[in-house]
């Protein structure tokens, strides 16, 4: 049994998701608001919600490191005496530092530290759970698709040096696209808007989806701003006058109010990532509303209401781009083992007469074969779907 593990590491929370072949299935959306059709689209007055899927949730630490006289780093832990290394996972923020012992250690180091430590704890509950002996985990770590090449390359050392040169590194919104093409899937190939409303700020990304998606799917510069998010909010909030004053239904509603004019004001970060991407929304098949800020339902309403798109949250939104990362680590997985065991009887051959048989038998098989198996890739529409398919066809020849 294979079984994906996906890591998001934010600057406030770290998720980690696991997916195995039986998540996802029957877990296609319901919807919670009036649609309907016009010109072959799809134009939803409401947002929809994925059903709960069967996927086991490892848990949530906060972005947060301590360690011990000896080293030993731990997540998620605020002590009551002593500190605690936060703020560290932006790499683009310089100076990020942590000294420990004879260390220092950079914001890439720390960020592969709860990589590391995340993983240790996850692969442990696995084997503990596992049905079958000694599973097979693969890892995908994250990372905001705002960074360039230096940047994923100083990650990509850090977690190398720190034992998980076996992991692979993913941009948020390529996770969260294979979330989507789980929990809503088979998807048409077309554009989705993704969403991303964290505790540090707001990313907004145009992304290819379905059938036939590019290696690199994003398309468009993706754009971030700190002028929204919960930390965003959370400060306007505290410039408010009174706004605790009153009775609590009255609060609510001024939060509400508060919030929903805090959501209106960021469409201007959407609409200038459709100008630079050179499309519209009538261009945009769907928006996918990702990140633990996105929790409040006013956020979905204004979304869907503004941009007449059908748009998509999952129950726990802060979880979409780690369970995406799972299922995309799991795919890679079997997709290279399929391979691995396609090319292993090549090495001996049959005799000629039967060698000759056994390829016209293969080509009539891979025939009738190659149809299932387009089928069942070309749905992801990715490298590893093409892989599978063809490490699929070899394994059926031998």
């Known amino acids: 049994m294979t079984v994906g593990l996906g890591v998001s590491i934010g600057t406030v929370n770290t998720v980690c998701a696991i997916d195995t072949a039986e998540s996802g299935k029957n877990a296609r959306g319901r919807k919670r608001g009036a649609s309907g059709g016009s010109g072959g689209r799809i134009r939803a007055a409401g947002p929809r919600s994925a059903l709960p899927q069967q996927r086991t949730a490892p848990g949530t630490w906060r972005t947060t490191l301590t360690f011990d006289s000896s080293g030993a780093a731990r997540v998620g832990r605020i002590p009551r005496h002593g500190r605690a290394v936060t703020d560290f996972a932006d790499l683009t923020e310089r100076g990020r530092t942590a000294r420990v012992r004879h260390r220092s250690l950079s914001a890439a180091d720390l960020v592969a530290t709860v990589a590391r430590t995340v993983v240790a704890d996850v692969s442990a509950h696995v084997v503990a759970t596992a049905d079958a002996r000694n599973p097979e985990t693969a890892v995908a770590v994250t990372h905001p698709v705002s960074y360039g090449d230096d940047r994923v390359l100083e990650l990509r050392e850090a977690l190398d040096a720190i034992g998980l040169s076996h992991a692979a590194l993913v941009a948020e919104p390529v996770a969260a696209a294979a979330w989507l093409s789980v929990a809503h899937g088979p998807l048409m190939p077309g554009l989705a808007l993704v969403y991303d409303l964290g505790g540090s700020g707001l990313t907004v990304t145009l992304v290819r989806i379905g059938a036939g998606t590019p290696a690199q799917p994003v398309i468009g510069e993706p754009l971030r ?5 919960g930390r965003a909010f959370g400060a306007k909030m505290a410039t408010q006058d009174n706004w605790r004053a009153g009775e ?102 049959p005799p000629r007469m039967l060698r000759r048989r056994l390829t016209r038998v293969a080509v009539t098989i891979a025939v009738a074969a190659g149809g299932a198996l387009f089928a069942a890739t070309a749905v992801v529409g990715d490298e590893a779907g093409a892989q599978s398919m063809g490490a699929g066809l070899v394994h059926v020849q031998h």
């Open 248 to 349: 609590s239904s009255a609060t609510d509603s001024a939060i509400t109010a508060l919030r929903t004019a805090h959501v209106r004001e960021s469409l201007d970060v959407v609409y200038e990532c459709l100008g630079r991407a050179r499309v519209t929304m009538a261009d945009v098949d769907c928006v996918l509303v990702v990140g633990g800020a996105a929790r409040p339902p006013e956020v979905a309403a204004v979304l869907a209401s503004a941009l007449a798109r059908p748009v998509i949250v999952a129950p726990d939104p802060e979880r979409t781009i780690a369970e995406g990362a799972a299922v995309l680590a799991r795919r890679a997985a079997e997709s290279a083992r399929e391979s691995e065991v396609a090319e292993a009887p090549e090495r001996s051959e």
């Open 225 to 229: 701003s700190t002028a929204f998010g």
